[in-house]
């Protein structure tokens, strides 16, 4: 049963990671590389195929127990750069109605997020750290990308 879960847990992940940087990549944010679609079906191919290739070179750099702790440490992150999103968006005025939490939840979010973090071990925080290094590399490439474009139009 838990290995199921374990791989059910997988492939949710691969889907969602491929979704988001795709996203990331018509957003901007990633080299538009990645939102390359195939033609009639519109499935983000070259998104599925990076991280399909960084979901196996993790397999084959540690064991079932790393790889899901460092999707854990990883998703913790995406968890805390919500509710942070929350506090910092509750101060924002619209003129429609909108769900609103209590205060005291996104606090007490952010709170266990950091107390799960101490959970990990180094050698998940070098793997995290790597992976984060990776994606701020190609965030880092496309600004210049997109900054060189904005000068050569400029002149």
Same mark, same amino acid.
């Given at each position: 049963?838990?290995?199921?879960?374990?791989?059910?847990?997988a492939? %949710?992940?691969?889907?969602?990671?491929?979704?988001?940087?795709?996203?990331?990549?018509?957003? #901007? %944010?990633?080299?538009?590389?990645f939102?390359?679609? @195939?033609?009639?079906?519109?499935?983000?191919?070259?998104?599925i195929?990076a991280?399909t290739l960084? &979901?196996?070179? @993790?397999? %084959?750099?540690?064991?079932?127990?790393? @790889?899901?702790?460092?999707?854990?440490?990883?998703?913790?992150?995406?968890?805390?750069?919500?509710?942070i999103?929350?506090?910092?968006?509750?101060?924002?005025?619209?003129?429609?109605?909108h769900?609103?939490?209590?205060?005291v939840?996104p606090? %007490?979010?952010?709170a266990?997020?950091?107390?799960?973090?101490?959970?990990?071990? #180094?050698?998940?925080w070098?793997?995290?750290?790597?992976?984060?290094?990776?994606?701020?590399? @190609?965030?880092?490439v496309?600004?210049?990308?997109? #900054?060189?474009?904005r000068?050569?139009? &400029?002149?």
């Amino acid at each position: 049963m838990a290995l199921i879960a374990v791989a059910n847990g997988a492939l %949710l992940t691969m889907i969602m990671s491929s979704r988001l940087t795709y996203g990331m990549a018509e957003q #901007g %944010l990633f080299p538009s590389v990645f939102s390359r679609v @195939l033609p009639h079906r519109r499935t983000p191919w070259v998104a599925i195929v990076a991280t399909t290739l960084v &979901a196996m070179i @993790l397999s %084959l750099t540690g064991g079932l127990e790393s @790889l899901a702790s460092t999707v854990v440490l990883l998703l913790l992150f995406v968890f805390l750069s919500t509710n942070i999103a929350v506090i910092v968006l509750r101060k924002d005025e619209v003129s429609h109605r909108h769900f609103r939490i209590p205060a005291v939840f996104p606090y %007490l979010a952010i709170a266990s997020c950091i107390l799960l973090l101490t959970q990990q071990t #180094g050698e998940i925080w070098l793997r995290t750290a790597i992976l984060l290094a990776v994606g701020l590399a @190609l965030y880092a490439v496309q600004t210049l990308v997109r #900054g060189g474009a904005r000068a050569t139009r &400029a002149s």
